[in-house]
C-alpha cells in the first residue's frame, strides 16, 4: 500500500487494538500457503471539504465473501461484521483524508494446507493521497511473457493473495524492463488484465471491455467506469467482449482501472505509442466522471458512498 503510514488503531480477530499488533501468526495457514483473501477499499474526501466517504463498500465485502467461500472457510464472516470492523477502524482513528483500507480474511492457527479455520479476520487503514502524475500522463505496459493464472488453476475472479504472484512476476519482469507496469494475456491468448486493474480499450469510438470470463478479478471500479460510459457521451456503445493482443495496437486509446489505479491511461504498450501517446478523450471524461462519483459531486446510485464522520448513514 502505498502512501503514508499505517493509522494508529487497527483490527484483528474481533477485537480494535494498535495497529502495529495487527500481526498474523508465522506458522498460521494464511501465511504459509497464502490461504488468505483480501479486500483494498478506497474512501474519498467529498469535495469542497465534504464528509469522508467510502466508495462501494458493501460489494467490496460481498466479494470478500465470496472469496472466503471460494477458500472453503469454515466461519464464513457476515458483511455486517466486516462492515463493522471495517469503519470502527476508520471512526477510532479520526480519519479524515483519503485513504485506503485493506480488510484480510486469512486462515490463522497452524493447521496443514487443507485446513479451514480458525478465520481471522484484519483490517488496517493508511492516507492514500492521489497519484496526479500517473493519472495526469498516464502509464507505459509491457505485454507480459507471463500469462494470467487461468480460472482453472487459481480462483482468477476472487481477490486470493494466492492470485498476486503471478501479477507480481509479471510486474517485476516489467519494471526490469523499463516499463511502469504490464498486461497479462490469458493462456488463450486473449487480453485478460493488468497485475492490480483491468483493461479497457477504446476503438472506432466504442468502448470494449475483456469480459469477466477472462480470468479477471471480477472488478468493482471495471463495473463503475462501464455504468459512467453507457450513461455518459464519451463513447457511442459499451461492449464486454474477448480482446485480441493486436487490438492493443488498433485502439485508439486503453486504460487501466481498479480501486488503486482509478482511471489511468496507457500511453505506450511494449515500444508502440497508444493512439498519439498521450492520454485521449474518453479516458479523460471517464476519469472526470469517475472522480465525480467517488468525491460526491455527481449523484452515486444507492449505498455507492458511505460517509465515515456520520458513521453508518449511507446514500440509501
Ligand atoms: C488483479 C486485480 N484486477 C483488478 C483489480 C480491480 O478491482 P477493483 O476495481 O474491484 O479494485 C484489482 C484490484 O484493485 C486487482 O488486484
Same mark, same amino acid.
Given at each position: 500500500?502505498?502512501?503514508?503510514?499505517?493509522?494508529?488503531?487497527?483490527?484483528?480477530?474481533?477485537? @480494535?487494538?494498535?495497529?502495529?499488533?495487527?500481526?498474523?501468526?508465522?506458522?498460521?495457514p494464511?501465511? /504459509?500457503?497464502?490461504?488468505?483473501?483480501?479486500?483494498?477499499?478506497?474512501?474519498?474526501?467529498?469535495?469542497?471539504?465534504?464528509?469522508?466517504?467510502? @466508495?462501494?463498500?458493501?460489494?467490496?465485502?460481498?466479494?470478500?465473501?465470496?472469496?472466503?467461500?471460494?477458500?472453503?472457510?469454515?466461519?464464513?464472516?457476515?458483511?455486517?461484521?466486516?462492515?463493522?470492523?471495517?469503519?470502527?477502524?476508520?471512526?477510532?482513528?479520526?480519519?479524515?483524508?483519503?485513504?485506503?483500507?485493506?480488510?484480510?480474511?486469512?486462515?490463522?492457527?497452524?493447521?496443514?494446507?487443507?485446513?479451514?479455520?480458525?478465520?481471522?479476520?484484519?483490517?488496517?487503514?493508511?492516507?492514500?493521497?492521489?497519484?496526479?502524475?500517473?493519472?495526469?500522463?498516464?502509464?507505459r505496459?509491457?505485454?507480459?511473457?507471463?500469462?494470467?493464472?487461468?480460472?482453472?488453476?487459481?480462483?482468477?475472479?476472487?481477490?486470493?493473495?494466492?492470485?498476486?504472484?503471478?501479477?507480481r512476476?509479471?510486474?517485476?519482469?516489467?519494471?526490469?524492463?523499463?516499463?511502469?507496469?504490464?498486461?497479462?494475456? /490469458?493462456?488463450?491468448?486473449?487480453?485478460?488484465?493488468?497485475?492490480?486493474?483491468?483493461?479497457?480499450?477504446?476503438?472506432?469510438?466504442?468502448?470494449?471491455?475483456?469480459?469477466?470470463?477472462?480470468?479477471?478479478?471480477?472488478?468493482? /471500479?471495471?463495473?463503475?467506469?462501464?455504468?459512467?460510459?453507457?450513461?455518459?457521451?464519451?463513447?457511442?456503445?459499451?461492449?464486454?467482449?474477448?480482446?485480441?493482443?493486436?487490438?492493443?495496437h488498433?485502439?485508439?486509446?486503453?486504460?487501466?482501472?481498479?480501486?488503486?489505479?482509478?482511471?489511468?491511461?496507457?500511453v505506450?504498450?511494449?515500444?508502440?505509442?497508444?493512439?498519439?501517446?498521450?492520454?485521449?478523450?474518453?479516458?479523460?471524461?471517464?476519469?472526470?466522471?469517475?472522480?465525480?462519483?467517488?468525491?460526491?459531486?455527481?449523484?452515486?446510485p444507492?449505498?455507492?458512498?458511505?460517509?465515515?464522520?456520520?458513521?453508518?448513514?449511507?446514500?440509501?
Amino acid at each position: 500500500m502505498a502512501g503514508g503510514a499505517p493509522y494508529f488503531v487497527g483490527y484483528l480477530d474481533g477485537a @480494535f487494538i494498535p495497529v502495529e499488533d495487527v500481526r498474523l501468526p508465522l506458522l498460521a495457514p494464511g501465511v /504459509t500457503y497464502a490461504a488468505s483473501v483480501f479486500e483494498g477499499i478506497r474512501a474519498y474526501r467529498g469535495a469542497d471539504g465534504g464528509d469522508l466517504a467510502l @466508495f462501494r463498500m458493501r460489494e467490496h465485502l460481498e466479494r470478500l465473501v465470496t472469496s472466503c467461500k471460494v477458500l472453503c472457510l469454515d466461519e464464513i464472516p457476515d458483511v455486517a461484521d466486516l462492515e463493522a470492523a471495517t469503519l470502527g477502524v476508520l471512526e477510532r482513528s479520526g480519519a479524515q483524508e483519503d485513504c485506503y483500507i485493506r480488510i484480510q480474511v486469512y486462515v490463522g492457527g497452524d493447521g496443514e494446507m487443507t485446513a479451514r479455520g480458525p478465520t481471522g479476520v484484519a483490517v488496517i487503514a493508511r492516507p492514500r493521497p492521489q497519484l496526479a502524475a500517473r493519472l495526469q500522463d498516464g502509464l507505459r505496459c509491457q505485454v507480459s511473457s507471463w500469462r494470467r493464472i487461468s480460472d482453472n488453476a487459481s480462483p482468477a475472479r476472487v481477490k486470493a493473495a494466492a492470485n498476486y504472484l503471478n501479477g507480481r512476476l509479471a510486474g517485476l519482469q516489467a519494471k526490469a524492463d523499463g516499463y511502469d507496469t504490464a498486461l497479462l494475456l /490469458t493462456e488463450a491468448g486473449e487480453v485478460a488484465e493488468a497485475p492490480g486493474a483491468c483493461v479497457l480499450i477504446v476503438r472506432d469510438g466504442v468502448l470494449i471491455a475483456p469480459p469477466v470470463t477472462a480470468d479477471i478479478l471480477e472488478s468493482l /471500479t471495471r463495473d463503475t467506469v462501464l455504468a459512467c460510459a453507457r450513461q455518459g457521451r464519451a463513447v457511442s456503445e459499451v461492449i464486454e467482449r474477448p480482446v485480441d493482443r493486436t487490438e492493443l495496437h488498433a485502439a485508439s486509446e486503453v486504460m487501466l482501472v481498479g480501486t488503486g489505479m482509478e482511471v489511468t491511461p496507457v500511453v505506450g504498450i511494449d515500444r508502440f505509442e497508444v493512439g498519439d501517446g498521450r492520454p485521449g478523450p474518453v479516458s479523460r471524461a471517464l476519469q472526470d466522471d469517475y472522480f465525480a462519483l467517488v468525491r460526491g459531486t455527481s449523484a452515486a446510485p444507492r449505498g455507492w458512498l458511505t460517509p465515515i464522520a456520520s458513521q453508518r448513514e449511507t446514500t440509501e
